[in-house]
């Protein structure tokens, strides 16, 4: 098992290493290394490297490849605590709503121009964070008071009749003001592009931070499994462990949204793959489900910037290709696997 982890870890940082390499001019990756180190440690740059080569690995690809490793790490995690805390194959974050509280953060920003003094720039990543975590808060103090044992099917369907009423909501708000819808909906198909280190240096931390602090709840997490009695039986509070991990499961979510927009079906196919690779243990479907979900985002990002170029797909639209059979052939063709057992 050990063995799978370090080469999952190695995968990974070829991947992103791939990332950073290939695109409308390939790089080989020894220079790739070559250009971390010069901007790094200062070491001089190799002769046969051009500096206008080098800013665009060190300036555009490379932060670029980090974040879309960071963003699929944050989904796959996410989607990993939803599936074990709501014990339901199909539960994400975009189910109780964080995807449809950031578009709305999104919507107020870019249809109404609105904007946070002294951080201007970060005025969208922020309010679009607000919002989807705002939305999970909301959605949780409702289900405590309709239900004070917060079976998982309350905050289902709690989670879903709020996704439609404020997906309404910003399509109300889009129709009334159709000079920005373009924009819109770019942001909510999902994008790379543009993105600089300041988006790299934020969201490591919380990915990493986020990661951890799930990794600590391994034991509740694989107790969960088995059943809401089961797990009251072997002394979990159940009510407090819920909020806790689907709040910081919203909270990963929200903030890989914020800043790339949103971008499906990552949080539902890698907890799923890594379960069957490495065992339902939560020790090693955490960390290897970020691992996993991340190196899968570089790849799907990749491809959205290369297999049309020079122009660029929504980086959501590849994933939903990718991730839409693939999951579909997994979970049903588990279930047939079971059908023919019985």
């Not at 070559?34 to 740059?45: D, Q, Y």
């Not at 942001?187 to 986020?210: C, N, R, T």
């Not at 929200?254 to 539902?268: E, H, K, P, R, Y």
């Amino acid at each position: 098992m050990k063995t799978k982890a370090a080469t999952a870890a190695c995968v990974s940082l070829i991947v992103v290493m791939l990332g950073a390499a290939l695109g409308s001019v390939s790089i080989p990756p020894s220079d790739i290394f070559s250009i971390i180190s010069h901007k790094v440690s200062g070491s001089p740059l190799p002769g046969h490297i051009e500096p206008a080569l080098a800013a665009i690995v060190w300036n555009l690809r490379l932060p670029r490849a980090l974040l879309a490793f960071f963003v699929g790490a944050a989904l796959s995690v996410s989607g990993a605590v939803m599936q074990s805390v709501l014990r339901n194959p199909l539960a994400s974050s975009y189910t109780l709503g964080v995807s449809s509280g950031a578009s709305l953060g999104a919507g107020i920003v870019i249809l109404y121009g609105v904007t946070i003094p002294f951080m201007s720039a970060l005025t969208l990543p922020f309010l679009g964070f607000l919002f989807g975590l705002g939305t999970i808060f909301l959605i949780m103090a409702i289900v405590s008071r309709l239900d004070w044992q917060m079976e998982n099917i309350t905050i289902i369907l709690t989670g879903m009749v709020f996704t439609l009423f404020i997906n309404a909501v910003t399509m109300l708000m889009s129709a009334l003001s159709r000079e920005h819808l373009q924009r819109l909906i770019f942001w909510q198909m999902g994008s790379f592009s543009m993105k600089d280190w300041q988006a790299v240096f934020i969201l490591a931390p919380a990915a990493v931070l986020g990661t951890l602090f799930v990794a600590h709840f391994n034991r509740e997490l694989d107790i969960m499994t088995f059943g809401e009695e089961q797990a009251k039986t072997m002394g979990v509070d159940l009510k407090k462990v819920k909020w806790i991990l689907l709040v910081t499961a919203a909270a990963l979510t929200g903030s890989a949204v914020a800043f790339v927009g949103v971008i499906g079906f990552v949080d539902l196919v890698a907890p799923h793959i890594i379960r069957k690779l490495f065992g339902s243990a939560h020790r090693y479907v955490v960390p290897m489900s970020a691992l996993f979900g991340g190196a899968f985002m570089v790849v799907c990002d990749l491809i959205a910037r290369t297999i049309v170029s020079p122009s660029e797909l929504p980086v959501g639209t590849v994933t939903a290709i990718i991730g839409a059979p693939f999951f579909a052939w997994i979970y049903f063709g588990g279930r047939k696997k079971k059908a023919k057992v019985g």
